[in-house]
């Protein structure tokens, strides 16, 4: 009991566990009695036993500058991040609008461009945009669908709604995390996992191969998973989704396309692929019509696309709807395209190709967070109220340069959830990443997702590349 | 020897897959159906919570007075190789004795008190792994050999076997459960096939694909095509030592071994798949019935 009791909450953020008077919330009840009972020795235990767990299966990833080594094991908490069967029912809802509505737009985007011709999204933020693939000008790509596999990423503010931070459109790594953390936690509580019914996520890989193979014409397509190779940060996450669907980890060198048709290198010769889906960037993809240098794509690749022969997934082209300055215009694609209201909000968000909001931007500096457009996984970003004087000089001359390729944001609140930190509980600030899967029998989201935390005391930046961990999410039913 | 230590491995196997699905499902009736088909526990016990599980699981391994628990079969594993001692690697002896040594310490019970079942069972699957590999690398290829092996192979099929028997009732039935593709992984897991199972039929559940695999996939060494034509060139072998009088040990098993390789999961449809099944444990009857007349049976 003594661990709840000295629990002491960050100020002006929503906890997970407890309401602003420390009272234990409704979904955490159950979990809140297994507390009171155990001792900080048999979680420190519980503790050892999940870190072994991951030593042991090989799950860990790559931190790039870092000299002490490549391989490291992504931190984890053992206290699970609890969330109740009805919130989940708004967030999935929320996910499945947004993820219909960002498909429409890059489809749009690709042909008529009816959202830039009526004004709502201004064409030179399409145009200018790095993410913007002609390339895809006019392709036809299968059930019009470009945003096959999602995560996006949501906080909570200091009253428990739900935001959407960002969407990952291109390639969202994480999922094999969520699926590990849940291995963990189902061995180190047992009893309550199907005491509380907590939604089941190990089908995870089965969906996704069968909303892979739904997007082929043929009765048994040939799928395979391209991988940059070991070196990549993600490259545990491959070999597990690859094992796990049944399918075949290729890199570059083991493809080769011949009269547009691309075929897989294997001990009885070559045999034709039919569906890619790739880990690696766009801009790597294909060295004949992107990058030439690069030695992780196919060259002629995307000819075979353009030919209808070969399925890529997600489709190329489809960061131009997870771009940071596309972001702000989400709400207005929902209402456009869907003629609905966002169930799930975006962050206020500021562009700084607007005078007012860029001088607003400037003068609040310290107050907001500010990002580049194109960014991911936490690097280029500024936090102003943390930042020194000659970090915050030099980010406005990169402003003043290209002010289209920046964003901010303010100072986010996210909601905070207990963590075992050095025999005991603190408050640590969480997000949320659920997975949802777009096939032509429609999209789904698997109950959950990977609950990213910063482990830094005060931190908010969950990136597993700047010292971020994760926990398993409970979608408890009961 | 290597019935016991095959029967034990499959136990430990199916327990470790159940607890797992137990895990997920809350499912603890399933235990059931275990404790039936491999413990002879016919009378339906309540099994309501995870320490139910427990329970049972604590029962399946230690308990001494059921001949089919796993210390049981354990001892039995290690008074026979005490008994062939001239015959197996002195290696293949030493892994058995050890195992034995360790399940039958009092430690190692309390060690099953404090742990995750499943970490458990891992420890002890270890010794099945240690022993498997011991007897390939030290074992000399000769009668001994090739008797542990028909040992290990009558025993997977019959596991086989029960595995078809009791299962295709229910899979008949629950073919649209939502919870199938739990359900087969499962199973297949059990058996040791899940990753096998995926890479050739993907992520596809379905009755056929399975009953294919686990009678006349030849690639899977726990179908019973793999197991029997493992157990006709060992019976070949015997036959090039010891040139029995009658050839029809060798007649019978390859006769069983090509009606597998000529069957296909549309002739085994055709004649149905509990006649397919009931043919292969007659014949299995009789294979076992021959091995006995020609090499222990003592004629005066």
């Not at chain 1, 206020?348 to 931007?361: C, F, G, I, Q, R």
Request: hydrophobic share 35%; proline share 3%.
């Amino acid at each position: 009991m003594k661990l709840i009791q000295n629990y002491i909450q960050y100020p002006e953020m929503f906890d997970e566990m407890f309401d602003k008077k420390g009272i234990t919330r409704d979904i955490y009840k159950n979990f809140e009695k297994f507390l009171s009972k155990t001792s900080v020795k048999n979680l420190n235990s519980m503790k050892d036993f999940a870190q072994q767990f991951f030593m042991n299966q090989g799950v860990t990833f790559t931190v790039y500058d870092d000299d002490q080594g490549v391989e490291k094991i992504f931190p984890f908490d053992i206290i699970p991040r609890i969330i109740s069967y009805s919130d989940w029912k708004i967030i999935e809802s929320g996910i499945k609008q947004r993820i219909t509505a960002l498909n429409l737009f890059i489809r749009d985007i690709y042909h008529e461009q009816f959202i830039l011709n009526d004004n709502i999204i201004p064409a030179e933020l399409i145009i200018s945009n790095p993410n913007y693939l002609r390339e895809m000008r006019n392709i036809k790509v299968p059930n019009d669908i470009y945003t096959h596999i999602s995560g996006i990423d949501l906080i909570r503010n200091e009253e428990g709604k739900f935001f959407v931070l960002e969407d990952n459109l291109r390639t969202p790594s994480g999922v094999s995390y969520m699926l590990e953390n849940r291995e963990i936690t189902r061995r180190l509580f047992p009893e309550m996992i199907p005491r509380e019914k907590v939604q089941p996520i190990s089908d995870y890989p089965n969906l996704l191969y069968n909303k892979l193979k739904s997007l082929s014409n043929k009765k048994n397509p040939v799928v395979v998973m391209l991988t940059p190779g070991l070196y990549n940060s993600a490259y545990y996450e491959h070999t597990a989704l690859a094992r796990l669907m049944g399918v075949e980890l290729v890199e570059g060198s083991d493809l080769l396309v011949d009269n547009h048709y691309v075929f897989m290198k294997t001990a009885g010769g070559l045999k034709t692929v039919d569906i890619i889906y790739r880990r690696i960037d766009d801009d790597f993809l294909d060295p004949l019509n992107f990058k030439a240098e690069s030695v992780l794509g196919i060259a002629g690749i995307m000819d075979s696309y353009r030919q209808g022969n070969v399925i890529l997934v997600n489709s190329p082209g489809a960061g131009i709807a997870d771009d940071k300055a596309i972001y702000t215009y989400v709400p207005d694609m929902i209402s456009y395209y869907l003629n609905e209201k966002p169930i799930l909000d975006n962050i206020k968000t500021y562009k700084l190709t607007n005078k007012d909001e860029k001088d607003y931007v400037l003068k609040n500096i310290d107050k907001l967070v500010l990002k580049r457009t194109d960014g991911s996984g936490g690097y280029g970003m500024l936090m102003g109220k943390s930042a020194t004087k000659e970090e915050i000089n030099k980010y406005k001359l990169k402003i003043e340069k290209e002010p289209e390729m920046y964003i901010a944001q303010p100072t986010l609140n996210l909601s905070t959830s207990p963590c075992l930190i050095e025999n005991s509980l603190h408050p640590r600030c969480v997000d949320l990443r659920p997975f949802a899967l777009f096939g032509s029998d429609g999209i789904e989201v698997c109950p959950g997702g990977l609950s990213r935390v910063a482990l830094k005391k005060g931190s908010l930046i969950v990136n597993s590349s700047q010292g971020g961990g994760s926990k398993d999410t409970w979608i408890v039913k009961n | 020897m290597d019935r016991y230590m095959e029967r034990s491995y499959g136990l430990l196997n199916l327990i470790k897959t159940n607890y797992n699905s137990t895990l997920d499902t809350g499912d603890y009736q399933s235990w059931n159906g275990i404790l039936k088909s491999y413990m002879g526990i016919d009378k339906s016990i309540s099994n309501e919570n995870y320490q139910d599980s427990i329970s049972v699981i604590e029962y399946m391994i230690f308990n001494n007075s059921n001949p089919n628990t796993l210390i049981n079969m354990i001892t039995k594993a290690r008074e026979n190789a005490r008994s062939v001692q001239e015959h197996i690697s002195r290696e293949i002896w030493v892994a058995i004795n050890k195992y034995f040594l360790k399940i039958t310490d009092k430690k190692f019970y309390k060690y099953y008190k404090k742990n995750d079942p499943i970490d458990f069972i891992n420890e002890l699957t270890q010794f099945h792994h240690i022993y498997y590999s011991v007897a390939d690398i030290s074992q000399e290829r000769g009668n001994a050999f090739c008797f542990m092996n028909l040992g290990k192979y009558f025993e997977r099929i019959l596991q086989s076997i029960d595995f078809l028997n009791v299962k295709i009732d229910i899979l008949e039935s629950n073919e649209n459960n939502l919870n199938e593709s739990y359900f087969w992984k499962n199973l297949l897991i059990s058996i040791g096939g899940y990753q096998l199972y995926i890479k050739t039929y993907k992520s596809i559940f379905n009755v056929e694909n399975i009953i294919e695999m686990i009678t006349i996939n030849q690639f899977f060494p726990r179908s019973i095509k793999f197991s029997v034509d493992k157990l006709y060139s060992h019976i070949t072998r015997l036959n090039e030592f010891n040139k029995p009088e009658s050839n029809s040990l060798k007649f019978l098993t390859g006769k069983m071994k090509n009606e597998l390789t000529y069957s296909s999961i549309s002739s085994i449809k055709q004649d149905g798949l509990k006649n397919f099944v009931y043919k292969i444990q007659f014949d299995l009857n009789k294979i076992s019935n021959e091995i006995n007349n020609i090499y222990f049976y003592q004629n005066n």
